[in-house]
C-alpha cells in the first residue's frame, strides 16, 4: 500500500512538472505581449487554462495531499528553472527572450513592431502612459522580455520634474499656514 501512494504522487509530481513546462513554452511561443497587458479575454484564458490542466496533474488524486504534492512540485521547478535560468544566459534569453526594439530617437521600427504583433495604437497608448504625447520625443522605446513597455525620453523627465518640484514647494507652503486641525 505504503509503495502504491509513494508511485501516486510521485505520478502527481511528474505531471505537474509536465504541465509546468508545457506552459511556459507555450506563453514562450505565443508572446510576451500578453504577459504584461492582460485584457479580460486574456484573464479568462488564463483562468480556463488553469482549471484544464488541473487533472492533468493530479489525476485521480483528488485529495488534500495530491494537491500540495503538485504545488510543492510546482514551486520546486520554479525554484530550480529560475536558478538556471540566473546562471545560463542562453537558456535565459531562449525560455525569457531578449527586449525588442521599438522607438530609436523618434523613428518606429516597424519590423521589431510586425514582430512582436504590436499595434501603432497600442504603441502610442504605452508611449503616452510614460507622460510623452508625440512618439518623435521618444529616445527609446523597448518591449522588455517581461511584456512591458519601457519608454525613454526627455520630454518626459523636463515635463514630470519641473511640475513636481513646484507642486512640492506650494504643498510646503499650505502646511506652513496652518495652525490646527481643519
Known amino acids: 500500500m505504503h509503495d502504491i501512494l509513494q508511485n501516486n504522487y510521485m505520478q502527481v509530481v511528474l505531471r505537474s512538472v509536465?504541465?509546468?513546462?508545457?506552459?511556459?513554452?507555450?506563453?514562450?511561443?505565443?508572446?510576451?505581449?500578453?504577459l504584461a497587458q492582460l485584457s479580460v479575454i486574456d484573464l479568462v484564458f488564463i483562468l480556463l487554462i488553469s482549471n484544464a490542466v488541473q487533472n492533468a496533474m493530479v489525476g485521480p488524486d483528488t485529495t488534500l495531499l495530491g494537491?500540495?504534492?503538485?504545488?510543492?512540485?510546482?514551486?520546486?521547478?520554479?525554484?530550480?528553472?529560475?536558478?538556471?535560468?540566473?546562471?545560463?544566459?542562453?537558456?535565459?534569453?531562449?525560455?525569457?527572450?531578449?527586449?525588442?526594439?521599438?522607438i530609436y530617437k523618434?523613428?518606429?521600427?516597424?519590423?521589431?513592431?510586425?514582430h512582436a504583433e504590436i499595434t501603432l495604437e497600442e504603441l502610442e497608448a504605452a508611449v503616452r502612459e510614460h507622460g510623452v504625447q508625440d512618439?518623435?520625443?521618444?529616445?527609446?522605446?523597448?518591449?522588455?522580455?517581461?511584456?512591458?513597455?519601457?519608454?525613454?525620453?526627455?520630454?518626459?523627465?523636463?515635463?514630470?520634474?519641473?511640475?513636481?518640484?513646484a507642486m512640492g514647494r506650494r504643498r510646503k507652503h499650505k502646511l506652513r499656514g496652518r495652525v490646527g486641525p481643519n
Open 18 to 34: 509536465a504541465v509546468y513546462f508545457f506552459i511556459v513554452i507555450a506563453i514562450r511561443i505565443f508572446g510576451k505581449k500578453e
Open 67 to 102: 494537491g500540495l504534492v503538485a504545488a510543492g512540485a510546482l514551486f520546486v521547478t520554479n525554484y530550480i528553472l529560475k536558478r538556471v535560468l540566473f546562471k545560463n544566459k542562453n537558456l535565459n534569453d531562449i525560455l525569457e527572450g531578449k527586449a525588442i526594439l521599438l
Open 106 to 114: 523618434g523613428e518606429v521600427q516597424q519590423h521589431n513592431l510586425d
Open 135 to 165: 512618439i518623435q520625443k521618444v529616445d527609446l522605446a523597448l518591449l522588455e522580455a517581461d511584456g512591458n513597455i519601457s519608454v525613454i525620453s526627455d520630454d518626459f523627465q523636463d515635463r514630470s520634474t519641473r511640475p513636481m518640484a
